[in-house]
């Protein structure tokens, strides 16, 4: 692997795309030799983590990886957003279902396929996405994900990561009370 896709995995938590692999000039020879010497892990189609990385991660840090690389080789006008979203902003994941990433953008209804489920994207809610920080990438901001995970995946799940936000000051009670209005 050359110093160039080194900088661009690094940039992105160890998660890089196909895409930046040939903006760093590596082919897919390389790629394909990268993966059976078990350096880079194939995530999904197009989408890479450095192999260390992958395998010193937790399950939760696990899913946070595949969301970061769905979100960096999909379209720019994708955001994270329930629990994916809660678990971009590094917030407990508890009693939810880690298999599927949730995602908002163009769409007429919920779909879901390969692991992935997109929601329409409603005007509250383009309101309420936020760069991640030296990201390319969106998530929903926190309060609503909070409702979303509440509306989803139930009380307990979203009353851990509440707890979480509001003790790291993600949130506050008048945020989470304005969503629910």
Known sequence: MNDALRAIAAAHGGVFTHADAVRAGVTDATLDALIG????????????????????????????????????????????SHHAALALAGLPLFGVDLDTIDIVGPTDRVRTRGGVRRHPRDSRLLKATLPLVDEPTLRVATAPALLQVFASSGRPAATVAADAALRQGAVTVDDLQAWVA
């Not at 450095?50 to 955001?79: K, S």
């Open 37 to 80: 010497s078990r350096r880079i892990t194939r995530l999904r189609r197009g989408v890479y983590v450095l192999a260390a990385i992958w395998q010193d991660a937790a399950f939760e840090e696990r899913y946070r990886l595949r969301t970061r690389g769905l979100l960096l080789a999909g379209p720019a006008d994708w955001a994270a």
